[in-house]
């Protein structure tokens, strides 16, 4: 399988603890995103990669949040201090190249913080 | 500020009938429109785009309608099946000096009735 993988697919924490997601895109796309979905909402976006250089975060990306893609190939998304507010699930996608911005995506990293 | 809207949360077609997902969204500046499909535990699945600079297009049941002065856009499913029943998001993408910056909307929750 050469889709987006995401691992854990579920991870229940208490507050205060650190959390980390890793991500790992389709081989031969430059481009990974990480987006987070809560309930009844669509996919906000949070962080982006091109290759290993981060080009943007969001404003929903508190100081408790980092993301790395040390090599350019796979990527991780900590929490630190984690609070009931972060419990959503954390999207990762990776963008085909082409005009239209297509994402491939993982099927998801799900956070819940008691 | 939400720039992508989908209004309506769920909506039940029949089976055989056509099913009529709608989005508007605000910004003027978005290159292409896309839609995802999201089956429950797993993430979104790219189905279908159009470019800012067409009024349709079309792949196979599914086409998608862009109605550039009223900045609306929707997507019709005909014949609709049972294994269309999921959730469908309405997304926008622009492409900035750092890349696609891809935005959401809030879904609609399709249920195809046998």
């Known amino acids: 399988d050469t889709g987006v993988s995401q691992d854990p697919r579920h991870k229940i924490t208490k507050r205060g603890q650190n959390v980390t997601f890793r991500c790992d895109p389709i081989?031969?796309?430059?481009?990974l995103y990480w987006y987070r979905q809560t309930l009844g909402q669509g996919p906000e976006f949070l962080t982006y990669?091109?290759?290993?250089?981060?080009?943007?975060k969001s404003r929903l990306l508190s100081d408790r949040f980092s993301a790395e893609r040390p090599k350019g190939s796979f990527s991780t998304l900590e929490i630190q201090r984690t609070e009931q507010g972060d419990s959503a699930m954390y999207l990762c996608?990776?963008?085909?190249?082409?005009?239209?911005?297509?994402?491939?995506f993982g099927e998801g990293s799900r956070l819940t913080v008691l | 500020d939400q720039q992508v809207k989908q209004n309506s949360p769920s909506l039940s077609v029949q089976e055989g009938r056509i099913s009529i997902l709608n989005c508007d969204y605000t910004?003027?500046?978005?290159?292409?429109f896309l839609w995802y499909k999201k089956y429950p535990a797993e993430g979104p699945t790219f189905l279908i785009s159009?470019?800012?600079?067409?009024d349709k297009n079309e792949d196979g049941r599914f086409t998608v309608f862009l109605n550039k002065s009223a900045k609306h856009l929707s997507l019709h499913i005909v014949p609709s099946q049972p294994g269309d029943s999921a959730v469908y998001f309405c997304?926008?993408?622009?492409?900035?000096?750092?890349?696609?910056?891809?935005?959401f909307g809030a879904g609609t929750r399709l249920f195809v009735k046998a």
């Open positions: 996608a990776s963008l085909r190249e082409g005009p239209t911005g297509e994402l491939f």
């Open positions: 081989s031969e796309h430059n481009r």
């Open positions: 990669f091109q290759n290993e250089a981060q080009l943007e």
């Open positions: 910004n003027s500046m978005f290159d292409y």
């Open positions: 159009i470019s800012s600079i067409k």
């Open positions: 997304a926008a993408s622009a492409l900035g000096p750092g890349g696609f910056k891809t935005i």
